[in-house]
């Protein structure tokens, strides 16, 4: 079977294949983008920035179309995808109204008798390597910034991804993109490898796990190239206090079967104070409890859709019986469809004891897992117990005492009484071993330019 594919993880059935890029394929990729990048750079930031809001526009009028094929090759529920296009367009829209002011080049004040200048200029090629949880977002964040920039793009998308991958470099030339400035590669590893160390490419960046994050920021370092990775998250979300824990639960739940449990930033953590946690806990139980599995085309309340592959669901049920064989409690769902669909039902999981090895391992998958405290410096403390560092939130009734400890958590991203605060012009990124560097917002599309000093002498 060919590594990319079209297929239905509800079913298990392989719709169709791809061939793997050829080394002759690569190397013509690498040559056409860096042939455009030379014309692309050369065109007005005004005239690439038109070509990006085309690109917005054609994502909007096939929204229906785009979001089948994710429902259909990631198993995302229709409603689901058409929020994540819709997400991916006002990201697009974002960058070709906004990016040209956003690198408008600037004086600064000079001691030396002339005038100095910071311009934001075009680096070159660069690659993306992105994952399977958001085909067109995850997309979108790395690739219109850059083009509004002036880089081209080549865009190495996860295995399952394939008909989405090839959508989006459709739309791109069809938007006026120059064929080679946007560039779908069916690569392999070896030649991701290759693609880094190319003198033509100057940059890469790489939204995925955390061992895939140490392997590309290896090689990006081996051959001094810029990187930004967006890895994991084992993102806490703190409840200190609530009139209306039945409504907070709610919020947790939703937010953490969001995608079947498939979301870096997502409520992985559940920290609750000691005199609410029974209830809470009683209300998620409530909330997982009888649900059934359903079809991502036509879900019904009470029914939930497959993970993105087989082996997904197959690597979430393992974690959680790990956490249940050092000492966990599964307090609700947590069944493992027969194969080969990929359905696993959302979980509730308490009791995880710190010192064991799942305490600190991220589960991608719909599984709410929570913790009990005694006050805000045990819940600050163990929000912080982590390698990870992507996100984070804090409720309360209390708003000053929520900013309080959000104000301490050790993340890229913090919140005080919403879980994760997500629009086109808010950054998004992590510290620790969440990678860096940061995509979207007004400091997303300056991750990968030439912030150049431009002296002219007095």
Same mark, same amino acid.
Request: hydrophobic residues 45%; charged residues 20%; aromatic residues 8%.
């Given at each position: 079977?060919?590594?990319? /594919?079209?297929?239905?993880?509800?079913?298990?059935?392989?719709?169709?294949?791809?061939?793997?890029?050829?080394?002759?394929?690569?190397?013509?990729?690498?040559?056409?983008?860096?042939?455009?990048?030379?014309?692309?750079?050369?065109?007005?930031?005004?005239?690439?920035?038109?070509?990006?809001? /085309?690109?917005?526009?054609?994502?909007?009028?096939?929204?229906?179309?785009?979001? /089948?094929?994710?429902?259909?090759?990631?198993?995302?529920?229709?409603?689901?995808?058409?929020?994540?296009?819709?997400?991916?367009?006002?990201?697009?829209?974002?960058?070709?109204?906004?990016?040209?002011?956003?690198?408008?080049?600037?004086?600064?004040?000079?001691?030396?008798?002339?005038?100095?200048?910071?311009?934001?200029?075009?680096?070159?090629?660069?690659l993306g390597v992105m994952p399977w949880n958001f085909p067109y977002y995850q997309v979108a964040r790395f690739a219109a910034p850059n083009l509004v920039l002036g880089n081209t793009i080549l865009l190495k998308h996860?295995?399952?991804?394939?008909?989405?991958?090839?959508?989006?470099?459709?739309?791109?030339?069809?938007?006026?993109?120059?064929?080679?400035?946007?560039?779908?590669?069916?690569?392999?590893?070896?030649?991701?490898?290759?693609?880094?160390?190319?003198? /033509?490419?100057?940059?890469?960046?790489?939204?995925?796990?955390?061992?895939?994050?140490?392997?590309?920021?290896?090689?990006?370092?081996?051959?001094?190239?810029?990187?930004?990775?967006?890895?994991?998250?084992?993102?806490?979300?703190?409840?200190?206090?609530?009139?209306?824990?039945?409504?907070?639960?709610?919020?947790?739940?939703?937010?953490?079967?969001?995608?079947?449990?498939?979301?870096?930033?997502?409520?992985?953590?559940?920290?609750?104070?000691?005199?609410?946690?029974?209830?809470?806990?009683?209300?998620?139980?409530?909330?997982?409890?009888?649900?059934?599995?359903?079809?991502?085309?036509?879900?019904?309340?009470?029914?939930?859709?497959?993970?993105?592959?087989?082996?997904?669901?197959?690597?979430?049920?393992?974690?959680?019986?790990?956490?249940?064989?050092?000492?966990?409690?599964?307090?609700?769902?947590?069944?493992?469809?027969?194969?080969?669909?990929?359905?696993?039902?959302?979980?509730?999981?308490?009791?995880?004891?710190?010192?064991?090895?799942?305490?600190?391992?991220?589960?991608?998958?719909?599984?709410?897992?929570?913790?009990?405290?005694?006050?805000?410096?045990?819940?600050?403390?163990?929000?912080?117990?982590?390698?990870?560092?992507?996100?984070?939130?804090?409720?309360?009734?209390?708003?000053?005492?929520?900013?309080?400890?959000?104000?301490?958590?050790?993340?890229?991203?913090?919140?005080?009484?919403?879980?994760?605060?997500?629009?086109?012009?808010?950054?998004?990124?992590?510290?620790?071993?969440?990678?860096?560097?940061?995509?979207?917002?007004?400091?997303?599309?300056?991750?990968?330019?030439?912030?150049?000093?431009?002296?002219?002498?007095?």
């Amino acid at each position: 079977m060919s590594k990319y /594919r079209v297929q239905n993880p509800a079913t298990g059935e392989v719709l169709e294949t791809f061939e793997n890029a050829t080394d002759a394929q690569i190397e013509e990729a690498l040559s056409s983008a860096n042939a455009v990048y030379l014309e692309w750079r050369e065109r007005s930031v005004q005239e690439r920035a038109a070509v990006v809001k /085309r690109v917005a526009e054609l994502f909007e009028e096939r929204k229906e179309e785009l979001a /089948r094929l994710i429902a259909l090759e990631m198993g995302k529920s229709i409603t689901e995808s058409i929020d994540e296009v819709e997400f991916a367009t006002s990201i697009i829209d974002y960058y070709a109204v906004h990016g040209p002011s956003l690198i408008t080049d600037y004086e600064i004040p000079s001691t030396i008798p002339g005038k100095a200048y910071i311009e934001h200029r075009p680096v070159g090629a660069l690659l993306g390597v992105m994952p399977w949880n958001f085909p067109y977002y995850q997309v979108a964040r790395f690739a219109a910034p850059n083009l509004v920039l002036g880089n081209t793009i080549l865009l190495k998308h996860a295995d399952i991804c394939a008909g989405s991958a090839l959508a989006i470099q459709a739309i791109m030339e069809e938007a006026g993109v120059p064929v080679g400035g946007y560039q779908n590669v069916f690569a392999s590893h070896d030649q991701i490898a290759t693609i880094i160390a190319d003198p /033509r490419v100057q940059g890469v960046s790489l939204t995925g796990s955390e061992r895939a994050g140490a392997i590309i920021g290896a090689q990006a370092g081996r051959n001094l190239k810029k990187c930004v990775l967006e890895l994991g998250g084992i993102d806490p979300m703190v409840v200190l206090d609530s009139d209306d824990i039945a409504a907070v639960a709610k919020q947790a739940w939703d937010f953490r079967v969001y995608n079947v449990g498939q979301v870096c930033n997502s409520n992985k953590r559940l920290i609750v104070m000691d005199d609410i946690y029974d209830e809470f806990v009683a209300e998620l139980k409530k909330l997982a409890t009888g649900l059934v599995p359903g079809d991502q085309f036509n879900l019904a309340e009470g029914e939930f859709v497959a993970l993105s592959s087989r082996a997904a669901a197959e690597t979430v049920h393992a974690q959680v019986q790990k956490a249940v064989s050092e000492g966990a409690t599964l307090v609700a769902g947590g069944v493992l469809s027969d194969g080969p669909s990929a359905y696993y039902s959302p979980a509730v999981l308490t009791d995880v004891p710190r010192d064991s090895e799942s305490y600190g391992v991220e589960i991608f998958g719909p599984v709410a897992t929570v913790y009990k405290v005694s006050s805000d410096e045990e819940a600050l403390e163990l929000a912080n117990d982590c390698a990870l560092g992507l996100g984070g939130s804090v409720f309360s009734t209390d708003e000053a005492r929520a900013a309080r400890v959000a104000s301490q958590l050790e993340v890229g991203m913090s919140h005080v009484n919403t879980i994760a605060a997500e629009s086109a012009e808010l950054p998004f990124g992590g510290v620790k071993q969440s990678g860096f560097g940061r995509e979207m917002g007004p400091i997303g599309i300056g991750e990968f330019a030439n912030k150049r000093l431009f002296f002219v002498s007095a």
